[in-house]
Structure formats: C-alpha cells, structure tokens
C-alpha cells in the first residue's frame, strides 16, 4: 500500500514563506515522476510543480519563480519551498505520486481529469494566505 504524506501547511501573511513535505512509502521512490497539485477554493485543482525522475522540475505559470520544487530520495521526501506566498496561493496543497511523463498529457489535463494523471495521492495540507 503506497502511502503519501504531506505536512507543513499553516497560515501565513502574503509575502511570507512556508516549505510543505511530502514522506512516500514504500515505493521505489527514485522511479516515480511525482507532483505538486493545488485546489483553490471555488475552481478546480491544478498543477503547481511536476518532478521527472532525472532532478528535472516543471512550474505553473502562477508559481514560477516563487515556489521551488525538490525531493530528497534517501529520504523519500519531497518538498515544496513556498515563497513570496499572495492570498490567491491559499489552497489545500496535496502531493501524488507514480504520475504521468508526458507533461504535455498533464498540462492537457484541466480540473478533476489530473488526478488521473497520478496514481497516489496525499491527503492534503492547507496553506491560508492573509492579505
């Protein structure tokens, strides 16, 4: 049974920084291409960070420049460093694992059709962004 578990999340004033974690067992982390998905309340989830297995990193728009994506394979932990947080970020984040190569395929995906794009999911940290 593959287990993800994110923690991290709080509350925080725009402008401020949060680092989200991501523990995954047991799986073989180092092969999953894995990813960072958000769901702001009122709209659909979202992609924020997608990990290929060689250390390569794909950004949302919204988030590039800001957040920074990594992962920590003897740890089996990957992180999300949340920087320069706007209250459009608050969001319950959640990470997945064992997800789609194609970036193109995920970035096809809109709304509820990416968590197709992934195999496991966590369950969810909320990230609140006061103005």
């Known amino acids: 049974q593959v287990q993800l578990v994110e923690s991290g999340g709080g509350s925080v004033e725009a402008g401020g920084s949060l680092t989200l974690s991501c523990t995954a067992s047991p799986i073989i982390f180092a092969s999953y291409y894995m990813g960072w998905f958000r769901q702001i309340p009122g709209t659909g989830l979202e992609l924020v960070a997608r990990l290929d297995t060689g250390g390569f990193v794909y950004y949302s728009e919204p988030v590039k420049g800001r957040f920074v994506a990594s992962r920590d394979k003897a740890k089996k932990t990957m992180y999300l460093q949340l920087n320069a947080l706007k209250p459009e970020d608050t969001a319950m984040y959640s990470c997945?694992?064992?997800?789609?190569?194609?970036?193109?395929?995920?970035?096809?995906?809109?709304?509820?059709?990416?968590?197709?794009?992934?195999?496991?999911w966590g369950q969810g940290t909320q990230v609140t962004v006061s103005s």
């Open positions: 997945a694992a064992d997800c789609e190569p194609s970036i193109g395929a995920t970035m096809a995906a809109k709304g509820e059709d990416l968590r197709y794009t992934c195999n496991y």
